[in-house]
Structures are given as structure tokens and as C-alpha cells.
């Protein structure tokens, strides 16, 4: 033991230990350089910024649409500001179904209805979410769907409809689809009803951890040069004499300074939130928003494989219910129902129910989906909008929609994440032909890498495990969630004392979250609130709530050293996380 702690710690010292094999036909051991990162500028530093520059572009909202804004308009040689009245990816961009998909049931929706508008969606989302998942191999992968059979004439039905998807991504396409047996169907997928199977269909789409891939394309954008701030709320759309943009007037949440952004453009970027902005902007504006919540559960990871998706794309009320495996759980979801825009929405008992028994219709009969197994539900708005140039304004859009008011702050609204690149681009060229920024030059944000994508490889957690001697569970998530940042944060850890694992220490004993996380997500990531560490900078809230409760003082607790709280603070950190949690399903279960 003493001999692995010894090793432990001249590997945390060095940052890089070599391994040699005692391999005759084997020369030296080839060790992979560790590129390093210093931490971005500090929250303190960008206010700084916010508050004495001019830049080209203010954007509004730090969700997946305006950090894509951000990041566009930064590297396009554009001086970017972005500000967000909560955390970045506090909203619906951290509340989705985490697929990165093109839409088959907007597909199916565009043959039947002949609907240009929808099959136009389709294509662009597949070619998006090529870009995506190319763009951020750490936290976004391929993943099979599954959809079951069990009318004979279906099988043809679906297959068409799934090979055309493929047919229509094409060059991006991920694998084609096919068509399996029953007895393939109950091998890849054993929880299945077996009663009067005839088989399934498998296509190929996208998924992602989307709270981490928000975050880090802020820290992309913020790396390539541009201002970002979170719990900054606009409060003001300012104008000049002429009645032009010139920049917001804000409010830092944290502390309740108020200061001016001074900036010749504006991007809102605020998507459920959308309208408020705009009247701001123009207090006779008419509302093009018209937001529906979506609501997810959460279960324990063995109601599904860890490598297949499914898909009921026939529920009791004409949805479709998806039904995947994701960080260890498996995921369900979502519903459609109307609301208005609020920033903490909650899911209903009636609608947790409804998934339940949508989902425990596909099941064998000794599989039970019980109330009791609900470990977290949340709920997420959609931001569904009118588009206001259109002939028929009342008409809801399922694409993104961009309006340039006569101020020229340029609006963007609507979409999905899989296309938040191509919202974004779309959006920052209104803003350069509006404005007359001729130094701008085109969009290349297409296939730039974010935030801890550089170097990644798909055997990184193992070495993460032995380069610092995390234990695999550990080292598979890291790799996951920081991709090669991972190296920074690994600097950060403490022995465990162990023998193996020798660095690491847990915050839930099941789940891979370690403490260093809470100090790297301070110093690296932004993260001012208990509540920003355990929804966004990881997932814990997202997928189990009581023990997100149960880690919740030590969190506090190491937050505190890093940001200086008394113990009045401590205490408000704790009650408001709490009351975020009781939101994502805890007073429910």
C-alpha cells in the first residue's frame, strides 16, 4: 500500500508517469503530452470587461443558442459580449431529451403533409448533428434506437420511413437502419412484451450530456476571446438619439450592482423568454412565443440496455415517447402540453404518470415500472414561435425564426439544439448586414472543436486511470463530461489513502461524482451557486434527487472555501438547492 501511494503521489507531482513492459519486442513506451490549460479569466475579471468596453455584439441569453451567438460573432472577428440573468444552460437547454437528432417524426410529418417547412427542418438538423457530435466527441455519441414491431405490416411501414432518414442525412449519415428479428429484438432489448413480437426497427441518431455541452461552448467562446458573464439580468434595452441600439442596462444577480453594456448590437437569445425582450426593445411589440413544457423521468439504469434506445412512436394521444439510456439511467420522455414561460417549471403527477403507463405498456409482465422507481422529473419549455414575416403570422413555426426589429437588435427564436450552430451563424449574419460590420468575416464555426475536444481520444478514461489512478467508473465519466480539460482537474485531486483508487473521492458512494469537481467547477467553469454545481456543471440533480439531497452540505461546504462564504450563506446556498430540487421531482416522490 505505502509502495501505491508513493506511485500516486509522484504521479499527481509530475502530472504524467510513464509505464514501461518488460516486453522484449517492445521498445519505449509511448506516453500521449499533456496539453495544458490555464483557467479562463474569472467572473470578477469579465464583469470588468462588460462594464468598460464597447463590443460589436451584446448577446442576450446563455443558453445553447446564445453561446453559440457568442462563440459565431467571436470568431468571426466580431468583439462578443454574452449575458445570462441565471446560469448558462439554466433553462430549456439543459432540460431536453439529450438527443442530437434531425427529427423522424418531422419527417414523417413533412411526407404526409406535404410540409416544405418540416422536411426543410430535417435536412438541416442531419446536417447539423453530423457536425455536433464530430465537434464534440467527449460528450455526444452515436446511439441505436429502437423501434418495436408488433403488426407484420409495420415493419415495412417503419423500415421505409427510417431508411429515408438515413437517405436524406446521407453523406452525414451515422449507420443505416435495419430491420431485426424478434428473437435479435429480445436479445438486444430482453425488458420487451414478447406477446405477438414480430420484430423492430434500429436507427442511428445522436446523443449528448447538453448542460455540459452549453457550458462548454461559453468557455470556447470565452477562450476565443469574447466576455461572458452568468446572474447578469438585462433590465434595460438601450438607444441613441436616433433611436438605435446602443447597449443594456444590467444587474448583477449576486449582488444587486446595476452597470451599462455598452454595444452597437444586440442578439436575443433568450428563447421561452423571448417576448420580454422584445418589448423591452419595443413595448408595442406583438408576442410571437408560444411556449409548451416537456416533461422527463428518470429510472434506474437496468429498465434499459446501456447501449439502446427506445422508441414508441404511438402513444395513447399520438406522441412519441422516448425511452433511453443515459449517464448510468435511463431517461423518459417527454410530454406537450402549453404554459406560460417561467424559470423553474415543474413536472406534474398526472404527467409522470403518463409516461409510466405509456412505457409500461412495452414491457414483459415481470417487469413492473412502479411509481416508486421515478429517482428524478423534470419538466423544460419549448420555445415554439409565429414567425412575424410570414403571410400567415399566426401559423407556429417548428424552425428557427430571426426578426430584426427598427432599432436592429436581430431576434433569434425558435429551433431545436441539434441546429443551435446554424441558428447561431444565421443569426450573427442578420447582425453584420444590420450593423454594416464589414471587418467580419463568413461563419467557420462548422467543425471547430469545443471545449475540451482537443486531443480526446475513446480510450481516454483508461488513461486517466493510469496516468492518476482513478478507478475506472471515475475515470469514464471524467473523460466523458471534460474531455481532455480532465488533465487540469486531475491536478486538483487529493490521495484517497486507498490502495486503489488512489485519487478520487467520491461525493455519493454509487455515483462517479468526486469532489474535486466542486473546486474545478468554481475556478474553470463559473459555477457560483450550489445549485449551478449539482444541475449543471454535473448532472446529479438530473438524475437522482435524494442523493443529491444527501451530498448537498458537502457541497456547500467546499463551494465555501473556494468563494469565501460565512455561514449565513452556507445556509442560504443549501435551502435554495434544496428548493431546486424539490422542483426536479423530490416533493413529488
Known amino acids: 500500500m505505502k509502495r501505491a501511494l508513493i506511485a500516486g503521489a509522484i504521479g499527481l507531482a509530475g ?21 495544458s490549460f490555464p483557467p479562463v479569466p ?36 466580431l468583439s462578443a459580449a454574452l449575458v445570462e440573468r441565471g446560469d448558462f444552460s439554466s433553462g430549456t437547454s439543459s432540460r431536453s431529451t439529450k438527443l442530437i437528432h434531425g427529427g423522424i417524426r418531422y419527417l414523417q410529418n ?67 437502419s435495419r430491420v431485426i428479428s424478434k428473437q435479435t429484438t429480445l436479445e438486444e432489448f430482453p425488458m420487451l412484451r414478447d406477446k405477438n413480437l414480430k420484430g423492430a426497427v434500429v436507427y442511428y441518431d445522436g446523443q449528448q450530456n447538453d448542460a455540459r455541452m452549453n457550458v462548454m461552448l461559453v468557455l ?74 416537456g416533461v422527463h423521468i428518470v429510472l434506474p439504469g437496468y429498465f434499459s ?31 406537450d402540453t402549453p404554459c406560460e414561460p417561467h424559470a423553474r417549471p415543474e413536472a406534474t403527477e398526472r404527467e409522470i404518470q403518463f409516461i409510466l403507463d405509456e412505457i409500461d405498456s412495452y414491457f414483459d409482465c415481470n417487469v413492473k415500472i412502479r411509481r ?35 432599432s436592429g437588435m436581430v431576434t433569434i427564436a425558435g429551433g431545436k439544439w441539434t441546429t443551435y450552430r ?30 475540451g475536444a482537443d486531443n480526446y481520444h475513446h480510450n481516454f478514461s483508461i488513461e486517466l486511470c493510469q496516468r492518476y489512478g482513478f478507478d475506472s467508473e471515475v475515470a469514464e465519466h471524467l473523460a466523458h463530461n471534460y474531455g481532455t480539460q480532465a488533465h487540469e482537474l486531475a491536478k486538483m485531486v487529493q490521495l484517497t489513502g486507498k490502495r486503489w483508487p488512489l485519487v478520487g473521492k467520491r461525493l455519493v458512494a454509487d455515483m462517479p461524482f468526486i469532489e474535486t469537481e466542486v473546486k474545478y467547477a468554481v475556478q474553470y467553469e463559473y459555477a457560483c451557486h450550489v445549485k449551478d454545481f449539482i444541475a449543471r456543471r454535473t448532472r446529479l440533480a438530473f438524475l437522482n434527487v435524494q442523493a443529491t439531497r444527501e451530498c448537498l452540505p458537502r457541497v456547500a461546504e467546499l463551494m465555501a472555501v473556494e468563494l469565501g462564504w460565512n455561514e449565513e450563506t452556507l445556509e442560504a446556498e443549501i435551502k435554495d438547492a434544496e428548493a431546486l430540487i424539490a422542483s426536479m421531482g423530490l416533493s413529488l416522490l
Open 220 to 293: 470556447s467562446a470565452v477562450r476565443e476571446g469574447a466576455a461572458a458573464s452568468n446572474y447578469i439580468q438585462v433590465v434595460e434595452i438601450l438607444h441613441n438619439e436616433e433611436g438605435r441600439i446602443r447597449g443594456a442596462l444590467c444587474r448583477d444577480s449576486n449582488t444587486g450592482e446595476p452597470f451599462e453594456v455598452k454595444a452597437k448590437s444586440i442578439i436575443n437569445a433568450t428563447g421561452p423568454f423571448t417576448d420580454s425582450i422584445r418589448k423591452m426593445d419595443n413595448v408595442e411589440s406583438e408576442s410571437i412565443c408560444s411556449p409548451s413544457t
Open 110 to 176: 413533412a411526407i404526409f403533409h406535404l410540409d416544405k417547412e418540416q422536411w426543410d427542418l430535417v435536412c438541416e438538423a442531419l446536417s447539423e448533428r453530423k457536425n455536433l457530435l464530430d465537434s464534440a466527441p467527449h460528450l455526444s455519441a452515436a446511439i441505436p434506437i429502437m423501434i418495436p414491431v408488433y403488426q407484420w405490416w409495420k415493419l415495412p411501414y417503419y423500415y421505409a420511413g427510417t431508411l429515408l432518414y438515413d437517405l436524406v442525412s446521407w453523406g452525414e449519415r451515422l449507420k443505416w
Open 422 to 451: 446554424k441558428m447561431a451563424e444565421d443569426a450573427v449574419t442578420a447582425v453584420t448586414k444590420e450593423h454594416g460590420f464589414s471587418h467580419a468575416t463568413p461563419c467557420n464555426t462548422s467543425g471547430v472543436l469545443v471545449e
Open 42 to 77: 474569472n467572473r470578477t475579471q469579465q464583469l470588468s470587461r462588460l462594464k468598460t468596453e464597447e463590443f460589436d455584439v451584446l448577446v442576450i441569453g446563455g443558453g445553447a443558442t446564445g453561446a453559440g451567438c457568442v462563440l459565431d460573432a467571436q470568431t468571426r472577428g
Open 15 to 35: 502530472g504524467v508517469t510513464v509505464y514501461k513492459w518488460d516486453n522484449p519486442y517492445q521498445t519505449k513506451a509511448k506516453v500521449r503530452d499533456v496539453v
Open 372 to 406: 416508486g422507481d421515478v429517482l428524478a422529473a423534470w419538466s423544460g419549455i419549448r420555445p415554439l414561435v409565429r414567425d412575424p414575416n410570414a403571410k400567415n403570422s399566426a401559423a407556429l413555426s417548428r424552425n428557427h425564426v430571426i426578426e430584426t426589429s427598427e
Open 305 to 335: 440496455p446501456t447501449n439502446m434506445g427506445l422508441l414508441d412512436p404511438e402513444t395513447s394521444d399520438g406522441r412519441i415517447i422516448f425511452f433511453l439510456p443515459w449517464e448510468r439511467y435511463t431517461i423518459a420522455g417527454t410530454t
